[in-house]
């Protein structure tokens, strides 16, 4: 099952909804995550922390929302997914 942590979008945030130590608990539990280039870096952790915790890093948010089966955000998402059923 592959999780998905996109970058937020909403101004000021400064949170990310999983820090490299979350993505490493995530892969021992046999989850396959990806992380969004840069979803890290207003929380100081930056895309080379997030691989070797073991997350791959994709360019866009599509990428996330297209490939995840669980997106893990801070806040709600700004648009709508094919996949979003609210």
């Known amino acids: 099952m592959k999780v998905g942590i996109p970058l937020e979008l909403f101004p000021n945030e400064s949170r990310v909804a999983a820090t490299p130590k979350t993505v490493e608990r995530l892969i ?7 992380v969004q280039s840069n979803a890290g870096n207003r ?8 691989q070797k915790a073991g997350a791959s890093i994709v360019a866009n948010n599509s990428d996330i929302y297209e490939s995840s089966d669980i997106v893990l955000k801070v806040r709600e998402p700004k648009t709508r997914s094919k996949n979003y059923l609210g």
């Open 43 to 50: 929380s100081h952790f930056q895309d080379s922390d997030y």
């Open 28 to 34: 021992k539990q046999g989850f396959e995550v990806v």
